[in-house]
């Protein structure tokens, strides 16, 4: 094995990277994009909320001023009203899930409309229900946790830079040398003293040169504009992230080892990458899915990747602390790299 | 007699139901040009891709000076693909650079760059140079680890006139080095100025062997007079010499010019579009297989 070859290519791939401006450019601005849409779209609100619409009110702001709602229910937190003019423009709203429940303000018995299937929709109602009762605080004993709060957005977080390395790692790796041997310029190569372990070595090194690059600005960049919160070391994020980029990487390396037609690499790459954007809690959690959800989603690397994170950025963890995850992503990467290399054609 | 710097014995190439090499032997003697002629599809470059290593052959051996094939082949041959492509985002110099720091022993990155014209587009991104300069890199990368032998399949392919001659001359320089080259073309006009020893190709076969007129001299005779098939008005069997037609061309084959012209004006036939050319290796490929080599 020769590091002078190894660099060289390092050096090759890293040139048309950093030249290649339109890809270059979408690398950092793609998870920009998507945290600042959440922030705006999400920033300070809560998620729990239940959406109540009241009619007949103006739309937007509600006038309560002449409601026959219990004061209890329109005090209750985490309710949002949304005001209607009248029945059906409320109902529209409610047969499209855009709204959990509709309350008729004006009416002296109580009058609502739900859906059937909305579990949202069963929780107003109980609330609208309760709110005619008077309180009584004579059961279980109330304890408050206080502290410092993860928002949905420093959850979230994690999980954009993740799937940023994701794509980035599959796509730039993969494609790319399927996209070479296609038009030749791994043919071109093979003739010369280059062998393909010293090949794949350069391409995985550069892409983990280009990712951490990346997730470094990103990391940043974002946490000037939203504040994140970063309970652990940032070295041991770093470390992690690694990781998970070469065991992404090494899946990308797997995927392109053979065959020419992008079509087929590409529809390989998202039979890869669909699952993980959404088993592996990149949006959501997959806390209340289904156990064979769960389990198939500790196949993934991504999910070992995004809890290794959370527990460092959220919860402050160390490295020992997320060691069994650490361990998954290089089993991952030595397993996809071996197979890769020996599976590695230049030119079939 | 000096060992052959490549020998070929008995190569076959089987794709399913295709033999695409059915079985060709030969020996290169070091220094010469070795040229394989043959139209589109006689299996010239999956003949060479074979050879170079690219694809496996089905059966045959290949012997590198007496040898078989070690590691060390690529450290000593140079090869130019008639299709391959480079990195899109680097530069001509970039290229240059990053292939020569693959190899341990490396020609002057100044000669290469002289002897192939690249001056000019060192800064240019490969995606931005024409073919020929494409080529011409190609050509360069090719040389960049000083091989002791070149392949060179289809060089001249897509050239205009001009950068044609300037590699052919380019590939006599590296000839007159004491370099040996293998190139495969279905020119006749780069084959006979370049190359010492020919095989013609046809559906995987070789079908002959030899230096251009040698090759001329064996399947060809006297001199070839061409007219449109219209301007011979009389029936192809009143014609007193040997003629075929070609590509609605009619070839008359005379053995001495005079008679055969007088012949053809006894028989009134116009001959104001007339050619007359000395047998080549189109003819000797036209008279091997009835056909023109780029039909």
């Known amino acids: 094995m020769s590091w002078k070859r190894i660099w060289t290519m390092f050096k090759a791939r890293n040139y048309e990277f950093f030249r290649d401006t339109a890809a270059f450019g979408w690398n950092f601005l793609f998870p920009f994009l998507i945290i600042a849409g959440f922030a705006i779209a999400f920033g300070g609100r809560d998620f729990s909320a239940l959406k109540v619409g009241v009619f007949p009110s103006v739309a937007e702001k509600v006038d309560f001023s ?30 499209h899930h855009q709204i959990d429940f509709l309350v008729r303000q004006d009416s002296p018995t109580p009058q609502y409309w739900q859906l059937a299937s909305s579990p949202k929709g069963y929780l107003a109602e109980r609330l609208f229900e309760s709110s005619f009762v008077p309180d009584d605080h004579g059961f279980g004993i109330k304890e408050t946790v206080a502290g410092v709060e993860t928002r949905y957005i420093d959850w979230l977080f994690p999980g954009i830079l993740g799937m940023n390395m994701m794509f980035s790692a599959l796509w730039g790796v993969g494609y790319v040398i399927v996209r070479y041997r ?23 090194l550069s892409r983990i040169f280009l990712l951490t690059f990346t997730l470094i600005v990103v990391f940043f960049g974002a946490d000037l504009l939203f504040s994140f ?8 994020l770093l470390i992690v992230f690694v990781l998970g980029g070469l065991s992404l990487t090494s899946i990308g390396l797997l995927v392109a080892s053979r065959g020419t037609s992008e079509d087929f ?47 460092i950025m959220n919860d402050g963890a160390t490295l020992t602390q997320v060691s069994s995850e650490c361990l998954v992503l290089i089993g991952v990467t030595l397993f996809c790299l071996v197979v890769g290399a020996a599976l590695f054609s230049w030119n079939e | 007699m000096a060992t052959p710097i490549l020998e070929v014995v008995d190569l076959v190439k089987r794709y399913r139901a295709v033999e695409a090499v059915a079985g060709i032997s030969f020996a290169i003697p070091a220094g010469t040009c070795f040229g394989l002629l043959g139209p589109n599809g006689a299996g010239k470059t999956t003949a060479l891709e074979v ?21 060390s082949f690529c450290d000593e041959v140079g090869i130019q693909f008639q299709h391959t492509a480079l990195l899109d985002f680097l530069t001509v110099r970039d290229t240059l650079l990053i292939f020569r720091n693959l190899y341990q022993e490396v020609e002057s990155l100044e000669y290469l760059v002289e002897l192939c014209n690249l001056q000019e587009i060192m800064g240019n991104r490969n995606n931005k140079i024409s073919g020929g300069q494409a080529q011409r890199l190609m050509l360069a990368l090719a040389l960049l680890n000083k091989p002791t032998l070149l392949f060179l399949d289809e060089p001249s392919t897509g050239l205009d006139p001009q950068s044609r001659r300037h590699l052919w001359d ?15 073309t279905h020119s006749m006009d780069e084959a006979e100025y370049l190359c010492d020893e020919i095989v013609i190709m046809d559906h995987g076969r070789i079908i002959a062997q030899g230096s251009p007129p040698e090759l001329v001299r064996r399947h060809c005779s006297g001199t070839i007079i061409s007219l449109p098939r219209e301007r011979v008005t009389i029936p192809l069997a009143d014609l007193p010499l040997p003629a075929r037609e070609v590509n609605g061309q009619m070839e008359i084959t005379v053995e001495r010019i005079n008679v055969g012209l007088e012949t053809l004006l006894n028989l009134k036939i116009d001959l104001s579009e007339m050619t007359v050319h000395s047998p080549n290796l189109e003819d000797v490929f036209l008279n091997l297989t009835g056909r023109k080599l780029r039909e």
């Open chain 1, 66 to 95: 002449r409601s026959n709602l219990p004061e209890k229910f329109l005090k209750t937190e985490h309710l949002e009203f949304i005001g209607f003019s009248d029945l059906e423009s409320g109902l529209a709203k409610l047969r």
């Open chain 1, 182 to 204: 296609k038009n030749g310029a791994l043919k071109r190569l093979k003739v010369t003293p280059l062998t393909a372990f010293e090949y794949l070595t350069a391409q995985a």
């Open chain 1, 229 to 236: 919160r970063m309970a652990g070391s940032h070295l041991d």
């Open chain 1, 265 to 311: 690499t590409s529809g390989a790459l998202n039979f890869i990458s669909w699952p993980m954007m959404f088993l592996s809690e990149v949006w959501f959690s997959l806390e209340g899915a289904p156990q064979w959800v769960k389990s198939f989603a500790e196949l993934l690397p991504l999910t070992h990747l995004l809890r290794a994170a959370r527990k």
């Open chain 2, 51 to 71: 050879i170079e290593g690219i694809i496996p052959a089905t059966s045959g051996e290949i012997l590198f000076k007496g040898a078989p094939k070690t590691a």
């Open chain 2, 170 to 184: 380019i590939v006599r320089s590296i000839k007159e080095q004491g370099k040996t080259v293998v190139l495969t």
